[in-house]
Nanobody
Framework: QVHLVESGGGLVQPGGSLRLSCVGS????????MGWFRQAPGKEREFVAA????????NYADSVKGRFTISREYAKNTVYLQMSSLKPEDTAVYYC???????????????WGQGTQVTVSS
């Protein structure tokens, strides 16, 4: 069982930056792939970014490429999502998820955090 806790969400102006964190509670955290997803009101949950167990492979949604960066810090059992040049359409609840392989399909992730709200507005 992997328990995930996200933090770092908040209100930011367009063009601003935020860094989301996701802390895992299990020692096996370092051997699993991690992903970030988001869900805006009235919309389906969508893939944002993912990173494999070693950190050597990453994948991004086209809508965030060049603006968001996913990384992981093994010593802290933490995965980060650095978000820059934020747009109002980035507003959503952001979730981190843990799975066996890096992929963009939400159904293939086994564990989910509770989510953190990101609001981009002036």
């Amino acid at each position: 069982q992997v328990h995930l806790v996200e933090s770092g969400g908040g209100l930011v102006q367009p063009g601003g930056s935020l860094r989301l964190s996701c802390v895992g509670s299990e020692r096996t955290f370092s051997s699993i792939a991690m992903g970030w997803f988001r869900q805006a009101p009235g919309k389906e949950r969508e893939f944002v970014a993912a990173i494999n167990w070693s950190g050597g492979s990453t994948n991004y949604a086209d809508s965030v490429k060049g603006r968001f960066t996913i990384s992981r810090e093994y010593a802290k059992n933490t995965v980060y999502l650095q978000m820059s040049s934020l747009k109002p359409e980035d507003t959503a609840v952001y979730y981190c998820a843990a799975g066996h392989t890096i992929n963009s399909r939400a159904g293939l992730y086994d564990y989910w955090g509770q989510g953190t709200q990101v609001t981009v507005s002036s």
